[in-house]
């Protein structure tokens, strides 16, 4: 039955929920596998007007950016269209360009394609070289957040690495929370990883320890 739960009914409600609040017009934000283009719609809707905001959509495989391309040309008007740029490469690295400490968000849904090739799945050493090089781009106040699908095996060994490198992140710069189902077996769960306002370097003083 759909939203049949009075506050959310999957990890997908609760990721677009988090995206929601951080996110404002103007920002740069990161679609770090883009698949067939639904939650890059979602970061557009969020971060673009039609002078302000940048989404960068990546995927490893043609297939995925041509999807995502023709699902945002028929939802979104050609004025933020322009504002989207379209990047056929590994996540491991990110387009030059960007600055460090210029996104907002950077969001990552792991796994393969649906309906696509099973073999064209994120891989735990490529995920986390993503992920290191990621937390330079993400500026303080911005996040990253990560759908993880510990189904399949691949997803699950992922999952395993990448709650393991979270939990050892200094706790006063990054803030490590995971989401996960306790009654729905093997189901997907979502890491967010958020960057603190203060970062080591910065000079205001720190608040009391909560
Ligand atoms: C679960 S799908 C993403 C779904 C998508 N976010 C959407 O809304 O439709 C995972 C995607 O990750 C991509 N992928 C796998 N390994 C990758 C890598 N190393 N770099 C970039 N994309 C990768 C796959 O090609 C696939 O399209």
């Keep these: 039955m759909r939203n049949a739960f009075p506050l959310f009914q999957s990890h997908l409600d609760l990721a677009q929920d988090y995206w929601s609040q951080l996110v404002q017009i103007g920002d740069t934000v990161i679609d770090a596998t883009c698949g067939n283009g639904f939650d890059t719609f979602k970061l557009c809707q969020l971060a673009l007007s039609n002078d302000k905001g ?3 959509a990546i995927d490893r495989q043609s297939q995925a950016i041509a999807s995502t ?3 945002l040309d028929a939802h979104l008007p050609i004025e933020l269209m322009e504002r989207v740029g379209f990047y056929h490469q590994c996540h491991s690295t990110f387009p030059h360009y960007l600055q460090q400490a210029e996104v907002k968000l950077i969001v990552y849904n792991l796994g393969y394609l649906p309906g696509g090739d099973k073999s064209e799945t994120t891989e735990t050493l490529t995920t986390l070289l993503s992920l290191t090089e990621g937390q330079k781009l993400v500026k303080p106040g911005g996040a990253i957040c990560i759908t993880c699908y510990p189904g399949h095996p691949e997803g699950a060994n992922e999952q395993e690495a990448l709650l393991a490198y979270a939990a050892q992140l ?17 189901a997907p769960t979502l890491l967010l990883i ?11 003083e720190d608040g009391p320890p909560h």
């Design 170 to 186: 200094p706790p006063k710069e990054w803030s490590c929370c995971r989401h996960s189902w306790l009654n729905r077996h093997l």
């Design 54 to 56: 940048k989404v960068i």
């Design 69 to 71: 391309r023709h699902y």
């Design 194 to 204: 958020q960057k603190s306002l203060q970062q080591p370097d910065s000079k205001e």
